[in-house]
């Protein structure tokens, strides 16, 4: 087995993210596949000269590219969702038969806030406009801090590429 290189709690939080995408998100289309296993994202360059799914779960990680050889506009109503998901979807739907969702094991050091979709600060279950979300226990948003308690992301991100490399 390979050496593990990334932290497992940052795989879990970007598997968690990129799920995200697929349950509500620009690749949303992929949840009639009925897989909550299934994280993914879609892209498009400028002028929609390429478009892309690129998607994962347990058990395999596929990515569909559209576009020309000689770069030209696939059209202008031509996006990641429209071209290169609906082709992720055929294939995965056709690998994935008979096997059972995979659930990653959420690691130590991870925890479960409700927080305020606005501006990311811990809120109370009665809350309006909020959502439960996983954190790495060294980066959670204060208990009961109200607004201005936010995430401090810039850390965040460099305590993760720092990880990453």
């Known amino acids: 087995m ?3 290189i990334v932290d497992s709690r940052t795989t879990y939080l970007l598997t968690s993210l990129l799920q995200d995408v697929v349950k509500r998100g620009t ?8 897989r909550p296993d299934i994280a993914g994202k879609t892209g498009t360059t400028n002028e929609a000269k390429d478009s ?9 990680v596929t990515s569909v590219w ?18 290169a998901l609906p ?10 038969e008979g096997t059972a969702p995979y659930s990653q094991p959420e690691p130590d050091g991870i925890v479960t806030r409700r927080i305020n979709l606005e501006d990311g600060s811990a809120a109370s279950a ?5 959502a439960m979300e996983v954190f790495r226990s060294d980066n959670v948003p204060p208990v009961g801090a ?5 995430v401090d992301g810039a850390a ?4 993760t590429m720092q990880e990453l490399f």
């Open 2 to 4: 390979a050496e593990q």
């Open 27 to 34: 690749g949303r289309a992929a949840a009639a596949m009925q």
């Open 52 to 60: 892309w799914f690129t998607g994962y779960n347990g058990h395999y």
């Open 66 to 83: 559209a576009g020309f050889d000689q770069p030209q506009s696939l059209g202008r109503r031509e996006w990641g969702v429209t071209i």
């Open 87 to 96: 082709i992720w979807m055929d294939f995965m739907t056709a690998a994935l």
């Open 126 to 130: 009665q809350a309006p406009g909020t």
């Open 146 to 150: 109200g607004e201005g308690a936010t």
């Open 156 to 159: 965040d991100m460099q305590r």
